[in-house]
């Protein structure tokens, strides 16, 4: 992984594409030392360190000493991904002015990341800007994803940029905004009990040829391209604060968290800093695989999910990415109750943020744990309010146009002494 293993670029193959991106080879996470070609990405974890029990992941690895000093120059806002393509697998499909988001301060050390600002208002643009290029890199015939939530609505809107149908497995029920946009993009939806969809998932690959974009492994593993994306978040949060003392991240698979840390890790590697943060999982109380992982010790873990508002982090199995990133962050996995969620969405929608019940796990936890460090803290948000299962579109009450009515009203508001 990165802190310990050179890039070996002799091992590397590439499709007609883009010579920008200083990718080389695919390296097991479960045995560092094997390595294979870039392409094809592999989409079900290393195969030759895999077992019945446990999938590990790969990781892409770079030519980290061609990396131009000037690729982290200050610049100017709007270049989204491609501003740091060196560092990422080729963006072989086009962009839709993905990252690039604010940093919001709230006061007393503590910053808020607002992912909702890109293009389909959720992190997962960045994941699959590199997940799509894949596709494109490939001559898939099309994508397929298993979501009933921001992975679908953005693997939609990608593919729909690349000129790529899409296949979007979901579960009824899905949230009204992601609806929304799986429509407008065109995809085809199937809705299908949440237990038949890695089955049709593959025969959907087998047999029409199109490139995966969700897990496929017992454990979670996810596409080899995908968490490169979110280093990008981490590159954006030094160019404005430096390295803060901790990152707070809403935690499913553990991708974003995964993510966000090799970003650090590899500033430190080029010599840019001299440490990384720590690194935080904020996982529903209802569920919690990755602090199962960590308290046993283990590469990743299952558990039963109880209710929770939290839905897109509601995962009953993590992957090794997670427990990378703790063991090599210094951090910990936290565990944040619906109402911790709760208390932590209000906080920010005082603040004028709006986030899906989901996006808070970052504030939650902290507010819960916190503060862990010693210094500025990051706080992830990952998704829109609007991605919400409970949003709704309810009119206010109508009342007379009159002084006394609109007086009475202002006053039951706190607004009129």
């Not at 990718?23 to 097991?28: D, L």
Request: with cysteine; net charge negative.
């Amino acid at each position: 992984m990165i802190s310990a293993h050179p890039s070996d670029s002799s091992d590397s193959s590439s499709p007609p594409g883009r010579a920008d991106s200083l990718a080389t080879v695919q390296r097991s996470m479960g045995d560092p030392a094997i390595t294979y070609p870039l392409w094809p990405p592999l989409v079900s974890g290393c195969p030759r360190t895999g077992t019945d029990e446990v999938a590990y992941p790969v990781e892409v690895d770079y030519a980290y000493d061609r990396v131009d000093p000037e690729l982290f120059a200050p610049t100017g806002r709007g270049a989204g991904l491609a501003r740091w393509a060196p560092l990422l697998p080729p963006l072989l499909g086009p962009g839709l002015g993905e990252g690039d988001t604010p940093l919001i301060d709230l006061g007393d050390g503590v910053y808020v990341k607002d992912e909702s600002r890109n293009p389909t208002w959720s992190h997962k643009d960045r994941i699959n800007r590199c997940t799509v290029s894949a596709a494109v890199g490939v001559g898939a015939a099309g994508v397929v994803v298993s979501s009933s939530g921001n992975h679908g609505a953005s693997a939609a809107a990608f593919a729909a940029r690349a000129g790529l149908p899409a296949v979007v497995l979901a579960s009824t029920g899905a949230p009204p905004a992601v609806e929304s946009f799986l429509n407008a993009y065109g995809a085809t939806v199937l809705s299908v009990p949440a237990e038949a969809r890695w089955g049709l998932m593959r025969e959907i690959v087998d047999r029409l040829g199109f490139h995966p974009l969700s897990n496929l492994t017992t454990t979670h593993t996810g596409h080899a391209f995908g968490p490169e994306g979110y280093k990008t978040i981490a590159y954006e949060i030094h160019a404005e604060l430096g390295v803060p003392a901790a990152v707070f991240v809403p935690t499913g698979y553990g991708e974003l968290l995964f993510g966000v840390w090799k970003g650090f890790a590899e500033l430190r590697r080029l010599g840019l800093t001299d440490r990384t943060p720590r690194m935080f999982a904020c996982e529903p109380a209802a569920g919690g695989p990755l602090a199962k992982a960590m308290r046993e010790g283990v590469p990743a873990a299952r558990v039963r999910v109880g209710p929770t508002a939290a839905y897109a982090i509601d995962c009953p199995v993590s992957g090794y990415r997670g427990v990378v990133a703790l063991r090599a962050g210094g951090g910990r996995a936290l565990l944040v109750t619906d109402a911790q969620l709760a208390t932590a969405r209000a906080e920010l929608a005082g603040q004028g943020l709006w986030v899906e019940t989901s996006a808070a796990a970052g504030l939650a936890g902290l507010r819960a744990h916190g503060p862990c460090a010693d210094g500025p803290v990051v706080c992830v948000a990952t998704s829109s309010g609007f991605k919400d299962l409970d949003t709704g579109t309810r009119s206010p009450d109508p009342i007379d146009p009159t002084w006394p009515a609109v007086e009475r009203r202002l006053r039951a508001a706190g607004m009129v002494s």
